[in-house]
C-alpha cells in the first residue's frame, strides 16, 4: 500500500537555526499539506499546497515558514530561524480528490511525522 | 466547516464492542464524515468516511442516521493495540485544497 513517508524521523537544532523537513507524498496525489503537533495538544493545520502554490495557510505560518515542491516527488517545509516553540510533531499529509470541486471526498493520508526539538 | 462534539475519554476491555459517538448537529448537505485514529507519535490515519447510512471496511463501521446530525464509529472485538485517540471530521471540500481541523478526539483505552 502506499504511503507518505517522511525524513528525518527526528530532528535537533540550535535556536536560530535553519529546519528543512522533507515529504515524499503519495505518488498519485495533487494535494499536499503540512500540519503540526505540539506534545499533548492538538494536531494544527499550518499549509496546504496545489498546483505548485500555497492554498490555505494558518496564522501560524508565518514568514519563517515556506514550502516547496523541488522536483516531482519531494515536498518540504523550510523553517528559516527556528524558535523554541517551534518544537513539535510536524507531519506532511497528501490527497487526490475523487470527484468534481464542489462535491465528493478529499480523505489526506498522514506520514509518519519529523520530531524537531529546538534547543 | 461543522463543530462536531465527541466523549474526550473512553473504556473498554479486549474483545468488546466500542460505539463512539460524534455529535454534529450543524452538518451542512455536501458535508462528509471521518473519522481518524492516532497512535502517540504517529500521524493521523484514516480510518472510514461515509455521507449517510451504514460504511463498513476492514476495520471499522460508521453509522450515520437519516439527518446525519450525528454518528457512530464502530469497533468490532477491540484489542489492545485499539488504544489510541480517535477523531471525527465532518467538512466538505469546496476550495482546491481543503484542511482538515482537528479537535481534541476521543481517547480511547483498551484493557486486558
Known amino acids: 500500500e502506499p504511503e507518505v513517508t517522511q525524513t528525518p524521523s527526528h530532528q535537533v537544532t540550535q535556536m536560530g537555526q535553519e529546519v528543512i523537513l522533507r515529504c515524499v507524498p503519495i505518488?498519485?496525489?495533487?494535494?499536499f499539506y503540512w500540519y503540526r503537533q505540539i506534545l499533548g495538544q492538538k494536531v494544527e493545520f499550518l499549509v496546504s499546497?496545489?498546483?505548485?502554490?500555497?492554498?490555505?495557510k494558518s496564522e501560524i505560518f508565518d514568514d519563517q515558514f515556506s514550502v516547496e515542491r523541488p522536483d516531482g516527488s519531494n515536498f518540504t517545509l523550510k523553517i528559516r530561524s527556528t524558535k523554541l516553540e517551534d518544537s513539535a510533531m510536524y507531519f506532511c499529509?497528501?490527497?487526490?480528490?475523487?470527484?468534481?470541486?464542489?462535491?465528493?471526498?478529499?480523505?489526506?493520508?498522514f506520514g509518519p511525522g519529523t520530531r524537531l526539538t529546538v534547543l | 466547516l461543522a463543530k462536531t462534539t465527541q466523549p474526550i475519554s473512553m473504556d473498554s476491555y479486549e474483545g468488546q464492542e466500542v460505539n463512539i459517538t460524534c455529535s454534529h448537529n450543524?452538518?451542512?448537505?455536501?458535508?462528509?464524515i471521518t473519522w481518524y485514529q492516532q497512535f502517540p507519535s504517529q500521524g493521523p490515519r484514516f480510518i472510514i468516511q461515509?455521507?449517510?447510512t451504514k460504511v463498513t471496511n476492514e476495520v471499522a463501521s460508521l453509522f450515520i442516521p437519516a439527518d446525519r446530525k450525528s454518528s457512530t464509529l464502530s469497533l468490532p472485538r477491540v484489542s489492545l493495540s485499539d488504544t489510541a485517540v480517535y477523531y471525527c471530521?465532518?467538512?466538505?471540500?469546496?476550495?482546491?485544497?481543503?484542511?482538515?481541523?482537528f479537535g481534541s478526539g476521543t481517547r480511547l483505552s483498551i484493557r486486558p
Open positions: 499529509a497528501s490527497s487526490v480528490r475523487t470527484s468534481n470541486q464542489n462535491d465528493g471526498t478529499d480523505t489526506q493520508y
Open positions: 505518488s498519485n496525489h495533487l494535494y
Open positions: 499546497f496545489y498546483n505548485n502554490e500555497i492554498s490555505e
Open positions: 450543524n452538518i451542512a448537505t455536501n458535508d462528509y
Open positions: 461515509g455521507y449517510k
Open positions: 471530521l465532518v467538512g466538505g471540500f469546496y476550495s482546491s485544497a481543503s484542511k482538515i481541523i
